[in-house]
């Protein structure tokens, strides 16, 4: 079922670098393990070491026994969610409360919070052993996926360092699935909108509104 790379996988490859400075750039640190993972990530997937999947392709392979390992933070996965899929994020809410952590909330609230609705995170110290207590045989067969692809890249590269060797990735995220393609959606919000928040989530529902009235018309 797992498709090869190709125009939609380089197209998903191209939204992931457009998005990772905007989302996750919170200090030179941290932005250079982003990029170290990330361009880990893509030699894994270009070697087919770790298989892309579309999100139709993804509901047909879970019913014959992949397991989809949804590595969103808990308030993306509250909104909307696969039944059936394991939670674990890969970034976690920074509660440090110190001065120049208080400083980089409030920058990050300002140029990405606001706007994203996103609070400022850090990289679940956890991720592998939680995923290695709920999946402790690794040759188990794991879909991992996030909202748009480039923080389940990250993660499926830290699980295939921990030994995991049956690893597939949800190109482009759930960003690119459609009505229908999983048949069992857990929350209120549609799959695909989950990421959305702050201002940009009632510029989406004016879109809708508009698109709505125009059908109608």
């Given at each position: 079922m797992a498709i090869q790379p190709n125009h939609f996988y380089a197209s998903a490859l191209k939204h992931a670098d457009q998005n990772k400075q905007l989302i996750f750039t919170t200090g030179k640190t941290k932005s250079l393990q982003i990029n170290a993972k990330a361009s880990n990530a893509r030699q894994l997937i270009q070697s087919g070491a770790i298989q892309p999947f579309t999100p139709k392709e993804a509901a047909a392979a879970m019913k014959e026994g992949l397991m989809l390992l949804d590595i969103r933070p808990v308030w993306e996965t509250e909104k909307a969610r696969v039944k059936g899929s394991l939670h674990v994020p890969l970034f976690v809410e920074d509660k440090d409360y110190s001065a120049i952590t208080l400083l980089k909330k409030w920058v990050h609230f300002g140029y990405i919070g606001l706007w994203t609705g996103q609070k400022f995170t850090m990289f679940n110290p956890n991720f592998v052993r939680q995923v290695e207590a709920a999946v402790p045989d690794k040759k188990s067969k794991l879909l991992v996926a996030c909202g748009e692809g480039l923080r389940s890249m990250m993660a499926a590269s830290k699980l295939y360092e921990g030994g995991y060797r049956n690893l597939g990735?949800?190109?482009?995220?759930?960003?690119?699935?459609?009505?229908?393609?999983?048949?069992?959606?857990?929350g209120k919000e549609k799959l695909q909108y989950a990421t959305i928040g702050g201002v940009s989530y009632y510029f989406l529902r004016l879109l809708l509104l508009l698109q709505a009235v125009g059908k109608s018309d």
């Open positions: 990735w949800l190109a482009g995220g759930f960003n690119r699935a459609i009505e229908g393609d999983f048949p069992e959606i857990e």
